[in-house]
Every structure is written in structure tokens, then in C-alpha cells.
């Protein structure tokens, strides 16, 4: 007998009209708005149906039949990884190639290198102790800046934290991110946040918080209240597929499918949640098969490839906004780096495995190749570009760290409209405390009163 395919299930079991998986199709501008996603595949067997009966009309699987097969649905099937260009950067199949100008790959290009760059100089600061954490996004550029560039600077983002690229591709300066790396007076967060909890409206970048997933069930929050309001625009939220175990991802794709909120899923698919592998995460088909599971249209994206990435999500964005729906995105990448400053990850994965990954796929240098293929990009624009933009961050780097930290009332502010007599009375203790202790508690670096 057959064994049913989980996902040919699915598929057959919904509507006909409902569309599960997202397949990518060519881009031309004028077909994409309001396009029929494609159907998941229906080829393998399900248990034979009884034809010859209207079905049982449960209400909570209303377009079911009936069978006489006693089968168990098992996952016998891996869903692909939608590519655009192979690991030379050469385009796969004409039909994808987005068609971008030299204009729109060179900010691309540059935005990745400049990320690259800005990790390696803060990651460093962190270690001779100048700022107290740091993150890099190591490996994971292409998922930023493609995903960056098929949005409206007014989609909102909703972050978890390994997304600086987003926010450094919609112009959040060298200076601002530096800023809020020192928690000096200039931070928007007046430095009450970790390093790295950017967080900008003029950017519409909501600011990130730590404790992970609460961001995933507020992105459908925002696209719903867009939805009402009719604006043209849709709710993006990134996550680890570590954070996809926790049950605010699993509530707000739920509430995401029954609401028809248009927000964007964006997983990035690194392999491991701190020191933790996928193989210890779950033993399903990684985060895409879940997406299916919740009625959302869903693909899987190699997340190295920016051009799969550019893709996928202009086609998650005019296909949520024509049918007020969301979408999934799984971007498949790799975590080149350690997972924080607060980590080693030679106490869980090979060096030897980290140095391959680095050869064998790293999404800058495969777009490199694809700019030089076109002749948009040599070693000479490297060498030049490489060397400016460093002295840029370097800049940018001293200047942050000049800038006094924010005034001590700033401790106070901002929660409550107008402080409560507890804040008042913590504020009255901590300047007591200040006065006793002047050499502990010095002022001096911060804005004074
Ligand atoms: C609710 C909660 N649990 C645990 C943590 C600690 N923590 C911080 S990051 C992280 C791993 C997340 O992995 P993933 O979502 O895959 O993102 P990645 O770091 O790989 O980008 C964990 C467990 C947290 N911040 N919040
Ligand atoms: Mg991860």
C-alpha cells in the first residue's frame, strides 16, 4: 500500500482552492499582484476516500470523506530548497533571475561587506571590554539584505536580534548603530537595552527584546491592525528555529492563518540554538512543514543565496497583501559565528566544520562572483571599498564611544506617563545612595542633570 504523503494530505484535505506551499515562479512585475500560489503536490496516495459519500461534515474538518483504510500519516518527503543561484553565482534557471540593475546589487553587495565589517570591529571592542556584548550575523547576510530589498520601507519589522542587516539595508547609520552598541545618550533605548536591541521608527524597526519569541505573536498584531486600517503593508517577523520551540511561534501562526493577518514568517534556519544542533530540536521536516501545518503558504529558501531570498520574499509580500494572508519563509543558512560574546562554540561544533562552511557556501562571496560575472565588481573596487568602509566604522566606532552615557534620571522616564511615588521613592534612594558613595556611584562619562 501507499504510505500517504504528510504533506500530499494536507494539501488534499484542504479546499480546493487553498494554497499551501509558495512556489516560486518568474517575477515579472505585472504577473506577481494577486498571483495563485501553486498547490502542494497531490501525486502520492491518500487512504482511498468514499466516493459514494457526501462525508461525515464535522465542523472541524468539514471537507473530509470517509475512508476504510486504518493508515497513520507519516512525513516520508523532505520539502526543496528553492534556488536562484548556484554556489559560482551563476542564475540556475533564467526563468528566476530577478533581472536587478548594477545599481540595486552594488548597495546590496556593499551593505554585506559593510555588516561583515561592523561585526568584526565590534566583535573585537567587546573582547578588550569597550562594550559589554555583541552579536555578529556571520553567514547570514544574504538572508538580510535579500529579504531588506523586497520590502517597503513602511512594512514593519519585528526582529529577534541576528537581523542588523535589515536595519543597516534601510539606512540605520554607522553612527546610530554605534550609539546604541556604547548605551550613550544618543541611543534611541536611552541605553537601557542589551547592545545590539536596535530599535528605530523612523525605520519602522520595533525594538528587539531578549527573551525570545515575543515578537512572532506582536508581528501579527501589527499586520492585523494594517489590515483593518487598510494600509498597504505587511508585518515581517524574523526568528531563530531555535525560537520557532517556543509557543508564542506556534500561537501566532495560528492566529496569523484563523485572522488572515498579511505578515511575513522569515525563519532563519542556522542550525543551532546556542549550542544546541537541529538534530536535538526537532525531529520534524525543520520549520517549513510546520507552516503547512497551520494552513499557511509556505517555502523553504536557500537563505545564501540573495536572489532566493530577494524572491521569495516580493512573492510573500504581494501574496500576502492580495489575499490577506500570511506567508512562511524558511531560509536555510549556517551560523559562522559563535552564537554571542557569551559563547564558544568550539565546545560544540568542530572548527574544522565551521572553516567548511565558510568555504564551501558563503552568500558574499557567491554574489561576488555573480557582480563580476557582470562585470560590476573587481578586485580593485574591493580592495577600495573594503578599505574606506572600514575606516567609516572605525570612525563612527570612536566617535560612539566619546558620547556621554545617558543623564541617571533616565532611569525613571519613559515607562509611566507621570513617574508613580514608588519610581519616586527608588529615585530618591538611589541619589541618597549616590551622595553616600560618590566614588562608587560616579557620575562622571554620564550626561549630567
Ligand atoms: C524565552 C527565552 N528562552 C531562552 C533564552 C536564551 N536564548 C537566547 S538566544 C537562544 C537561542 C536561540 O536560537 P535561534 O532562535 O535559533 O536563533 P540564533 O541565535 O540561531 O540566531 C536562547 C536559548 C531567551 N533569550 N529567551
Ligand atoms: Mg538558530
Sequence with gaps: MNRPHLLSRLASAARPT?????????????????????????????????ATDDGPRFPGALNSKYTHGLSFIHQDGVLPT?????????????????HVSAEWATKVYKDMVTLNTMDLIMYEAQRQGRISFYMTNYGEEATHMGSAAALHPEDMVLGQYREAGVLLY????????????????????????MPVHYGSNKHAFQTISSPLGTQIPQAVGVAYAFKRA?????????????????GDF????NMASTTKSPVIFFCRNNGFAISTPVTDQYAGDGIAARGVGY???????????VFAVYNATRAAR???LANNKPVLIEAMTYRVGHHSTSDDSSAYRSKREVEDWKMRDNPVVRFRKYMEAQGWWDQAKEDTFKKDIRKKVLEAFAKGEKVDKPAVSELFT????VPTPKLKEQERELRELMAMYPQQYSTKGYKQE
Design 18 to 50: 487553498t494554497t499551501l506551499l509558495l512556489r516560486a515562479r518568474p517575477l515579472a512585475a505585472t504577473t506577481l499582484a494577486g498571483r495563485r500560489l501553486a498547490t502542494a503536490s497531490t501525486t502520492a496516495a491518500a487512504p482511498a476516500a468514499d
Design 82 to 98: 528553492y534556488r536562484v543561484l548556484d554556489k559560482d553565482g551563476r542564475v540556475v534557471d533564467a526563468s528566476q533571475d530577478p
Design 170 to 193: 534601510r539606512g540605520f547609520t554607522l553612527d546610530e548603530f554605534m550609539n546604541q552598541c556604547y548605551s550613550n545618550a544618543l541611543d534611541y533605548g536611552k541605553g537601557r537595552q
Design 230 to 246: 487598510r494600509k498597504p503593508n505587511v508585518a515581517i517577523t524574523y526568528f531563530g528555529e531555535g525560537a520557532a520551540s517556543e
Design 250 to 253: 506556534h500561537a501566532a501562526l
Design 295 to 305: 494552513g499557511i503558504a509556505t517555502l523553504r529558501v536557500d537563505g545564501n543565496d
Design 318 to 320: 504581494e501574496y500576502a
Design 414 to 417: 519613559d515607562v509611566y506617563d
